[in-house]
């Protein structure tokens, strides 16, 4: 069950403060993911698409099902505003991603790991990410019999590979095709649940930092006292102060 204490989701919030991007997702797919206990490498080494459904579920426990988004009309400039379910997202992802795939093309039988997290970033930060990204998961690679290295794969071969990943780890590219209202174009724009979710959890983890510093001004509460609340009886004892 993904984390959704408050003092809980403002630690980790306090965490991801000093990180980079790729730190702030690690840190919420483990807030999505507890039971796991902040094991970065396990983390790391599930299918991009699995943490993808992880953040979604994460985003529906932490703040409810739809989620607002805004995207520029790529063809007229004009600001599209839609919503999307959080929980759908989830619930389509979710045990999605395939971790060994077996595939036969031109002569080869080829298995391999769908790519993780951390496969991705290695690759990335080589010359060559393709080839990288083959080294790094491709399991076997056997043609009449006799196994060969992956960088000896033929390229329709590396095209098949790249094909079956994508369809058995869907998630790992979640990609929105919205129609414009006014010129009737479409725009094609991939969806970073973990960006989107940090900045909801800035600005909420920010928002409660303020109702704490009210509430401990007016009643004399430590921080602890006032986490414990739910957000009804804070939002309750707001009021109240507001009204004095």
């Keep these: 069950m993904a984390i959704t204490q408050a003092a809980d989701v403002l630690a980790t919030w306090e965490s991801g403060l000093a990180q980079a991007a790729a730190g702030r997702a690690l840190l919420l797919h483990g807030a999505a993911r507890p039971e796991l206990g902040g094991d970065r490498e396990r983390l790391l080494a599930l299918p991009v698409g699995e943490r993808e459904a ?11 099902e739809r989620m607002q988004v805004r995207l520029e009309c790529a063809a007229c400039g004009a600001d599209m505003e839609f919503e999307l379910d959080a929980g759908e997202f989830a619930r389509t992802l979710a045990g999605r991603g395939e971790p060994l795939v077996r595939i036969a093309e031109d002569g080869w039988e080829i298995e391999f ?3 993780g997290v951390a496969d991705l970033t290695a690759a990335a930060r080589t010359a060559d990410p393709r080839r990288a990204l ?24 590396q095209r098949r590979i790249a094909e079956a990943a994508e369809a058995a780890d869907p998630g790992g590219d979640v990609t ?3 129609a414009c209202p006014d010129c009737g174009e479409a725009t094609r724009a991939e969806l970073d649940i973990a960006s989107y979710l940090w900045t909801e959890l800035d600005a909420w983890a920010r928002d409660l930092l303020l109702d704490v510093h009210l509430l401990a001004t007016a009643y004399g509460w430590s921080e602890p006292e006032i986490l414990a609340l739910s957000p009804l009886r804070r939002r309750y004892y707001l009021e109240l102060c507001a009204d004095v």
């Design 176 to 178: 929105l095709d919205v």
């Design 113 to 115: 790991r769908v790519p």
């Design 134 to 157: 083959l080294a790094r998961c491709v399991v076997n690679a056997v043609r009449d019999g006799e196994t060969a290295p992956p960088d000896m794969l033929p390229a329709a071969v």
């Design 54 to 64: 992880d953040l979604f579920a994460l985003r529906r426990a932490l703040f409810g």
